[in-house]
Nanobody
Framework: QVQLVESGGGLVQPGGSLRLSCAAS????????IGWFRQAPGKEREGVSC?????????YSTDSVKGRFTIFRDNAKNTAYLQMNSLKPDDTAVYYC????????????????WGQGTQVTVSS
């Protein structure tokens, strides 16, 4: 059974950092694509970043997160991560990881298996 479990969210002050984890079970994460998405209240879910089976990373979000967020994975732990630095209040959202075969995509509809999400709140 494919399962993804996110963790690492929380309350952080502007300028702070968080590392989100996406622990996979029921499949070998390194053989698939892992995408990170986020959804703020009243907004559509948007792609943040993606890593494919060759460990190539694709930052999908807008320029507002480029250079601040990094996706990577630890094959030994079957876990993917999203390192978020220099956080801003606009980064406040529920963050989800999801998986699919083939290539990376920034569209949530292309991903079939999702975690439950982890809340990230950036506030002073």
């Amino acid at each position: 059974q494919v399962q993804l479990v996110e963790s690492g969210g929380g309350l952080v002050q502007p300028g702070g950092s968080l590392r989100l984890s996406c622990a996979a079970s029921g499949f070998t994460l390194s053989n698939y694509v892992i995408g990170w998405f986020r959804q703020a209240p009243g907004k559509e879910r948007e792609g943040v970043s993606c890593i494919d089976s060759s460990a190539t990373a694709f930052p999908y979000s807008t320029d507002s997160v480029k250079g601040r967020f990094t996706i990577f994975r630890d094959n030994a732990k079957n876990t993917a991560y999203l390192q978020m630095n220099s956080l801003k209040p606009d980064d406040t959202a529920v963050y989800y990881c999801a998986t699919r075969e083939d290539h990376c995509s920034g569209y949530p509809r292309d991903f079939g298996s999702w975690g439950q999400g982890t809340q990230v709140t950036v506030s002073s």
